[in-house]
């Protein structure tokens, strides 16, 4: 798999590789660019088959992901990077770390994610519907058969609660994770869906950050208290009247506290 072929960057200095979501692309990290104003090199590129770099009909798994990310730190001669995972991009990040190693990487931040996303009789840490194997694949399947009408159900997923049905957040969500192809996201869909990286977080050696929205209607709080109490040294920070996107509904404490843990990993190296 190819390195990113569409990126968004600003600035000069340590670089911050911002990994989108499921469905999403580096255009959901546009307020963090402001980023760079604090001497950070900043980096959202589209995820192959996400955004300006759609593939349809194509078969992804978070493997080609972590492959892609890996051709692309090679390809552009990064170290020292800071790997910020979102959603899904949180699980290519985990990925990339127990597949190719941390030599590259400075530090991780891991935003409203868990470290499976199915739930069964013996783990309830999943989405907070409590969706399990058969319900991810019945979604697959929908998925497939009518993106454009599975696309209305995810973008208010994204938000918190009070957010109104015309904000311009959702129209951005549902117009931008539309414009993708179902079959492809269907078969990352279904790579998202079997994997497991709760044995991952243990062995993680780079300082690691923990962030979520409080009213996330994606992952209970629990979530994130049990990714950060697993990863070694890791501590945690819930963002107020934000849900999954904490990003993007309110940047401005979402990019203090992104500066806050970085200013303190690039103190110590």
């Not at 660019?33 to 900043?42: N, Q």
Request: aromatic content about 8%; some cysteine; hydrophobic content about 45%.
């Amino acid at each position: 798999m190819n390195g990113s072929r569409h990126v968004t960057e600003a600035g000069e200095g340590k670089p911050i590789l911002l990994l989108h979501g499921w469905s999403a692309h580096g255009g959901f990290f546009a307020p963090q660019m402001e980023l760079a104003k604090l001497g950070y090199h900043v980096i959202a590129p589209d995820l192959p088959g996400h955004g300006r770099d759609r593939r349809p009909h194509t078969n992804l798994s978070i493997a080609d992901l972590s492959d892609a990310l890996d051709n692309f730190l090679t390809a552009r001669g990064l170290d020292d990077v800071t790997l910020l995972g979102w959603s899904m991009g949180a699980t290519v990040a985990f990925e990339y770390l127990a597949t190719h190693g941390a030599e590259r990487i400075a530090s991780l931040i891991v935003v409203d994610m868990s470290a499976r996303i199915i739930n069964d009789a013996q783990w309830r840490l999943g989405l907070a519907t409590g969706l399990d194997a058969r319900g991810a694949e019945i979604a697959a399947d929908a998925m497939a058969r009518n993106w454009s009408r599975y696309a209305r159900r995810i973008a208010p997923s994204l938000f918190a609660p009070e957010l109104g049905p015309d904000h311009r957040l959702l129209t951005f969500a549902y117009e931008n994770i539309a414009n993708n192809d179902g079959d492809t996201l269907a078969s990352l869909w279904r790579s998202l869906a079997g994997a497991d990286h709760r044995a991952t977080l243990a062995s993680i050696p780079i300082p690691s950050f923990v962030i979520a929205g409080e009213r996330s209607r994606l992952y209970r709080p629990e979530v994130t208290q049990w990714l950060a109490s697993h990863i070694p040294g890791c501590r945690h920070v819930a963002i107020p009247a934000a849900g999954h996107t904490p990003q993007m509904e309110q940047p401005a404490a979402f990019n203090a506290a992104v500066a806050k843990f970085l200013s303190a990993v690039y103190r110590k190296s």
